[in-house]
């Protein structure tokens, strides 16, 4: 018998507004406890929430990139239970009425492209934090987050297998970040998700029991947990048992997922209608306002920038990962660097050096145009492609332009005929032994005399001459 996994996800993002949800208060992460709330957010008797626009609108953005529905009227419920990190004992959600509904995301599965659905896109409030490490046998609570918003977007169960979970997440992701309505940084939690996952006979058309794991904040885990997951449901099924619909917590140290709680039903929640919140309308032309102003969004860079610059998938692939990036290399192409070339500099030295000093591209010292200068001066056989190496790391250290260093390092190459030839003399006269091997046909030795012309040119040789020239003089006898 083979199984198929079933998986859907719902994806918590916050949203980078400057102010919580339903107050004034800050959403800066990292302050001191408690220095970000107020009467509403800690969930005083009397103080009424007042809905942040700015949230609304953040949701219906990413609503309509996710090709749903923006609901007319939408409205949020109280969802109930007792936490220490809930001073309320409800979290304002929204439950039967979501802002946003019926879309889709588009993602890469087995080369092809795949529909998966997203069911609903639905705003709700955070709830603060307990600290259990330094406070001896008691519990602390931070309130800072608490009200800060966030959109719940929950798929339809269209995943099946853990990669395209995994990508799913990649996407929303990108494109989240992309409609700058959430910065997608997992390690603090600003992007986490719950996935939801059974497993059923391959063919089968009915839905299996489905298992919750809760506390995923990495790619790689959704796909290890969920890994862990489906193997775990088929060998229960398989061994003669059956699967209790229930919520486990991932455990990423252990890499298993562990029986947190029987599942809870929407009836536990006592949902209801908030009352201290109006019903949200919306007219539809703050809709089209919103349309209007969203970005050109992942896929349609990806296939222009195939389309225009001749890009391999590849490069457009990892070029449009990250909206700085892909202005990044628009503006050096502009600037008049050959498309293919800006791209394996991006994707070669510069994310390497970009690795290594951690840093970001919006912080990257050297500027578009100083690359496009620098494949200038190596078409125009100013300097060698390796040379240029040197002069791109240099220019990125200091943000120099290529011209003054290749002048104050003198790094110009050498075409002048008779330097190289001078070199090559000296080369082979110092080397009798590998020369004679060579004549004899042992010809991969050519490596090792434009290695020793290199080193004694500084890498300044012309390598196309360089070569003319050494294969001339080995051939003379
Ligand atoms: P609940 O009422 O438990 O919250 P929902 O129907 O709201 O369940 O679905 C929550 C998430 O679980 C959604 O992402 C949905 O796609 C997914 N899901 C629902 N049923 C299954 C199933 N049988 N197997 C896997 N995922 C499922
Ligand atoms: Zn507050
Ligand atoms: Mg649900």
Known sequence: MHYE???????????STETKIFCGCLTKFGSEPNTQTCPVCIGMPGALPVLNKKALEFAVRAGLALNCGISPMS?????????????????????????????FLEIVADGGLKKIGVTRVHMEEDAGKNIHEGAGNSSLVDLNRAGVPLMEIVSEPDIRSPKEAAEYMKKLRTMLRYLGVCDGNMEQGSLRCDANVSVREEGSKGLGVKVEVKNINSFRFVEKALEYEIKRQIKAIKDGGSIIQETRLWDSDAGITQSMRTKEEAHDYRYFPEPDLAPIAVRQEWIDEIRASLPELPDAKRQRFVS????????????????????????????????????????????????????????????????????????????????AKTVFEEMFRTGKDAESIVIEKSLVQITDKDAILKAVDEILAKSPKEVERYRAGEEKLIGFFVGQAMKLTKGKANPAALNEILKRKLSDK
Request: glycine residues 8%; charged residues 25%.
């Open 75 to 103: 409205r949020f419920a109280r969802k109930n239970y007792f936490y220490p990190d809930l001073p309320k004992g409800y979290q304002i959600s929204q439950y039967e009425l979501p802002i946003c509904e019926h879309g």
């Open 5 to 15: 996994a079933v998986i859907g996800l719902e994806v918590h993002a916050q949203m």
């Open 308 to 387: 225009s610059y001749s890009l391999p998938e590849y490069d457009a692939d990892i070029l449009i990962s990250e909206k700085p990036l892909s202005e990044w290399y628009e503006e050096a192409v502009n600037a008049g660097g050959q498309p293919k070339a800006v791209s394996n500099w991006m994707m070669g030295e510069m994310m390497k050096l970009l690795n290594e000093d951690g840093i970001n591209i919006e912080n990257c010292p050297l500027k578009p145009e100083q690359l496009a200068d620098m494949l200038s001066l190596i078409d125009k056989g100013t300097i060698s492609g390796k040379i």
